[in-house]
Structures are given as structure tokens and as C-alpha cells.
């Protein structure tokens, strides 16, 4: 199933170029819009890297199970004998192979085009490694939730922007201590506690989800 | 033997069917006659563990199945109105391992390497029916199989359809059109 959710996003590839191209050009309108002085700049490129990088993420999201939905592969997928957790993590893994690792590959040159100082990368790249795994987890659970319902569009970046909060936090803040010469441990091990929860968590409820959306 | 005994069904607040009961013995087939709307389509999801029955079991082999929905989905193939047909991935590749005998069985082999985008109507309900011999499975669900085959595929069909019940295979279908499936009972909706 993974296999197939993969070649199918390599042949249209054009979800995940958008959510990459979002990402690249929000980020480069931050210089045009603040004003290029290299240390404003470099002092907010965490903060506009990581938003930058949620709200990329969020967009594949609504058709994350949209299309199973709707050409009748998700009672397919159910019909599997996999358990419903089992569908959803696997298109959660699909989402952060798709989506998360393109974002974090793109996410140093675009963090260094801002301005910010060599050290703090690889303290801002570890944040967003478990960042965008938790996003692909909370945003795929958001996305199970929503399936079927009217408007699940709108309501879908209400559901899951709260959830993710918190991992903007630590991530930020993970990115900041370095840069103000601290260590960026304590962040970085609170998001991997976050994730360690979500893990198992989130394909549970996804799957209820799912379940709930065929019958 | 599949057994359904006393199942009721409610959608949004409205009974859509109460007290079913049948069986289906092994190589048996039933097929469901009733108008638009009377709860063909949601028996066979019932059934295939995707709905949920208010009240009533679903027995197979004397053993209650709808408790465990993902074990029961291990022994259903279903067909539904959508075909689950892929249109970026070729129709082999929408079948999956194994594709190939399964698209020979609907006739669709010289098909095999084209993209599903390219198929018409009827060729991909052929590719949702060629998936069925891929399953393996005992219970076959069928919701308006035939609806926009030519005569050949249906021909074709219920060569497929005798090759599973003569293997003890359990047929349910809901049906508007004559399906090829001799000495089925039927169970009639109001």
C-alpha cells in the first residue's frame, strides 16, 4: 500500500512540488516584506522557517485521504485485513516521505538564504526531523477526522493548527538556544517525548476515523 | 455458511431495513431484489464489516463475525459502486501482485500496461471485477456487478462467478439487471 501511495505521488508529483514551492517562495517573501538587514533577518529565520514549513505541510493534507474516499480504495484498504491503525499510519508515513522529507532537505538552504548563522542549522534541522514527523501524524489524524464532512476543508487547519503548537514551540525555541549559545537538548528531547506519544497514538485515532468515515 | 440473523440497520435516524435474516449455504449465491433506496447497498457494507448493524448477527461458519470488523474484512471481496480505480497507475499496477491471470479472467490482459485513466466505464468496472479472483477470499459482496458490461464480460463474469461457487465460494449480490448466477435464491426488500 505504501508502495503504491508512493508511486503514485512520484508519478503526479505535483503535490509535493507545491507544498515545496510554498515553502520556498513564503519563505523568500519574509526579505521582501521586513526589509533585507541581515540581522532582523537571522533573528527571526527559525520562526519563518518553521511556519513556513507547517503551513507547507498542512496543504497536501485534504487530499491525504480524499481521493481513497471518494474512488472507493479506502473500503479497499479496509477490506485488507490490516487493522484501520495499520491504513492510517501507513499514509502517515506516505505524507511524511512525501511531504516531510522534501520540506526538511529544502529547509537548510532556506534557512542559510535568511541569514542565519551556520551553527544554528543543524539545531533547526533535528527540530524539524521530528517536527514534520509529528506533523504528518497529527495532520493525518485531523485528516481522518474530517473525512466526509462538509467543508472538511476549512475545518481541517482548525483542528490540526492547534495540535501542532506545541511543536512550533520546542522547534523554535530548539533553533533560538543555539543561537543565543545555549543548548537546544531540552527542546529537542520534549519534541521526541511528543512524538514517542504520537506514534502509537495517532494511527489509533486515525484509524477510528477512518472506520467511521466508511460506515 | 454465511447466516444473517434479525439485522437491523439505521442511517441518520432512519430505519433503513429491520429484521433480515437468510443463509447462504457454501456454493450458494442470494441475490437482493427491492427498489432504489431500500437497503441493498447497506446490507452488503454491513455485511463486509464497513457499516454497522443496530442490531441482529452475521454468522459465518456458526461463528459471529461483525465483532471483529478487520477479520471479517479478510474474508470479503466487495465491489461497490466506486471501482477503486486509480487513474495515474497502469491497470496491472491497480490490480497489484499477481495481476495477471486476474486480468485474463476479465479479458483485460492486452490492457494490462495502460495507464487506468485511459480505460472507459465498463473496462474499469472489469478491472474492479478482475480484482475479486486476486482476493482469494470465500464471501464475494457484489453491488450491481454487471452495471455497464457488454454481453461478453458478463458472459465472462459468470465464468468466474461458477469457478468461485463450485471452490464453496458464498455469492451475495444486489442487482437491477439478470446476473449469470443459476439456482440463486433471492431475498426480496420491501
Not at chain 1, 76 to 104: D, N, R
Not at chain 1, 122 to 135: F, M, Q, Y
Not at chain 2, 121 to 126: L, V
Amino acid at each position: 500500500m505504501l508502495r503504491r501511495d508512493l508511486r503514485l505521488s512520484l508519478r503526479h508529483g505535483s503535490d509535493t512540488l507545491a507544498a515545496l514551492l510554498f515553502f520556498v517562495l513564503t519563505a523568500s517573501l519574509f526579505p521582501l516584506a521586513i526589509g533585507p538587514a541581515p540581522e532582523t533577518l537571522a533573528r527571526l529565520a527559525p520562526g519563518i522557517v518553521w511556519v513556513c514549513a507547517l503551513l507547507a505541510a498542512l496543504l497536501p493534507l485534504d487530499r491525504l485521504f480524499g481521493a481513497d474516499f471518494e474512488d472507493g480504495t479506502l473500503d479497499q484498504l479496509l477490506l485488507s485485513g490490516q487493522p484501520p491503525a495499520m491504513v492510517a499510519a501507513m499514509k502517515a508515513l506516505g505524507h511524511w516521505l512525501t511531504t516531510g522529507v522534501p520540506l526538511l532537505l529544502a529547509a537548510g538552504p532556506v534557512a542559510l538564504m535568511l541569514g542565519m548563522q551556520a551553527e544554528v542549522v543543524p539545531a533547526l534541522l533535528a527540530g524539524l526531523l521530528l517536527g514534520t514527523a509529528l506533523l504528518s501524524l497529527f495532520g493525518m489524524t485531523g485528516a481522518s477526522l474530517v473525512l466526509g464532512a462538509r467543508r472538511g476543508g476549512v475545518l481541517l487547519p482548525l483542528l490540526v493548527l492547534p495540535l501542532v503548537a506545541p511543536v512550533l514551540i520546542f522547534g523554535v525555541a530548539a533553533a533560538d538556544a543555539v543561537a543565543s549559545g545555549q543548548s537546544p537538548r531540552a527542546h529537542l528531547l520534549l519534541l521526541a517525548a511528543l512524538l514517542a506519544a504520537a506514534l502509537p497514538l495517532c494511527p489509533l485515532a486515525g484509524g477510528a476515523g477512518l472506520r467511521s468515515a466508511a460506515e | 455458511m454465511l447466516e444473517v440473523r434479525g439485522l437491523a440497520a439505521i442511517r441518520s435516524d432512519r430505519l433503513v431495513f429491520g429484521s433480515v435474516s437468510f443463509a447462504v449455504p457454501a456454493g450458494g449465491a442470494l441475490l437482493l431484489v427491492g427498489p432504489n433506496g431500500s437497503g441493498k447497498s447497506t446490507l452488503l457494507r454491513l455485511l463486509a464489516g464497513l457499516g454497522r448493524a443496530e442490531l441482529g448477527s452475521v454468522l459465518w461458519q456458526g461463528e459471529e463475525v461483525l465483532a471483529d470488523r478487520t477479520g471479517q474484512g479478510a474474508r470479503v471481496a466487495y465491489v461497490g459502486h466506486q471501482d477503486a480505480v486509480k487513474p495515474g497507475l497502469t491497470a496491472a499496477e491497480n490490480l497489484g501482485r499477481g495481476a495477471v491471470p486476474a486480468l485474463a479472467a476479465m479479458g483485460l490482459q492486452r490492457l494490462a500496461d495502460l495507464p487506468a485513466r485511459m480505460l472507459s466505464a465498463g473496462q474499469k468496472r472489469r478491472l474492479a471485477l478482475a480484482r475479486l479472483v486476486l482476493r482469494q477470499v470465500p464471501i464475494w459482496l457484489l453491488d450491481e456487478p454487471t452495471l455497464g458490461l457488454d454481453t461478453a464480460s458478463v458472459a465472462r463474469f459468470g465464468v468466474m462467478l461458477a469457478a468461485h461457487r463450485a471452490q464453496g465460494g458464498v455469492v451475495v449480490a444486489a442487482t437491477h439487471l439478470p446476473l449469470p448466477l443459476p439456482e440463486a435464491s433471492e431475498f426480496a426488500f420491501a
